[in-house]
């Protein structure tokens, strides 16, 4: 069983940075795919980021290309989300998931809420125009 804790939001302005870390305890995460999921209040949780085990290859939902950088530090069984040029749409709370099933494949393999066994209790970020 893993257990996955978000840490790094917050309340920021238009343009400012964050760096989301997702800590993983109870097992190590090195064999897992790992993503970042959003909630906007009133949305369904959507897919923002995907890395793939070796961290090799990462996804990114288009409205976060060019800002967003997912990564992975497998030696301190973390992963993180820097977040640059934040807007107001992205105000919303973070979630770190983490699929469980040993798959092997590109970052874009994991893109759907349903593929991941584990995830964090979120993070909130606030976004002010």
């Known amino acids: 069983q893993v257990q996955l804790a978000e840490s790094g939001g917050g309340l920021v302005q238009a343009g400012d940075s964050l760096r989301f870390a997702c800590a993983a305890s109870?097992?190590?995460?090195?064999?897992?795919?790992m993503g970042w999921f959003r909630q906007a209040p009133g949305k369904e949780r959507r897919f923002v980021a995907s890395?793939?085990?070796?961290?090799?290859?990462?996804y990114y939902t288009d409205s976060v290309k060019g800002r967003f950088t997912i990564s992975r530090d497998n030696a301190k069984n973390t992963v993180y989300l820097q977040m640059i040029s934040l807007k107001p749409e992205d105000t919303a709370v973070y979630y770190c998931?983490?699929?469980?099933?040993?798959?092997?494949?590109?970052?874009?393999?994991?893109?759907?809420?349903?593929?991941?066994?584990?995830w964090g209790q979120g993070t909130q970020v606030t976004v002010s125009p």
């Open positions: 890395i793939n085990v070796s961290g090799t290859s990462t």
């Open positions: 998931a983490a699929d469980g099933d040993y798959v092997r494949g590109p970052a874009s393999m994991f893109t759907t809420a349903g593929r991941y066994d584990y």
């Open positions: 109870g097992r190590t995460i090195s064999d897992y795919a």
